[in-house]
């Protein structure tokens, strides 16, 4: 059974930072692209990064620069770490291997002040 569970949400002031969690059983992470997604109430998901064993992570434009994924295969766990959050940030959070029919429940990001 494969489950994906996602932490690490709450409310940050605007120019904070979160870091999220991802973890993953019933898959192995390093044997699939790990890629985390969000959803802002009224807006359709979107990729917000995705990372794999053999090219450089991705990034959705609006969170280059600030926004790193990264993943510890030993606890087989995906990390997103975010800084300089802006309001437009705030959304669902959800965590799945691409291609693969999974994903958590999400954890919910706020940020306002």
């Known amino acids: 059974q494969v489950q994906l569970v996602e932490s690490g949400g709450g409310l940050v002031q605007p120019g904070g930072t979160l870091r999220l969690s991802c973890a993953a059983s019933?898959?192995?992470?390093?044997?699939?692209?790990m890629a985390w997604y969000r959803q802002a109430p009224g807006n359709q998901r979107e990729l917000v990064a995705s990372?794999?064993?053999?090219?450089?992570?991705y990034y959705v434009d609006s969170v280059e620069g600030r926004f790193t994924i990264s993943r510890d295969n030993a606890k087989n766990t995906v990390y997103l770490q975010m800084s300089s959050l802006k309001p437009e940030d705030t959304a669902v959070y959800s965590c799945?291997?691409?291609?693969?029919?999974?994903w958590g429940k999400g954890t919910l990001v706020t940020v306002s002040s």
């Open positions: 990372i794999n064993s053999g090219t450089r992570p």
């Open positions: 019933g898959i192995l992470i390093n044997f699939n692209t």
């Open positions: 799945n291997a691409v291609g693969l029919p999974y």
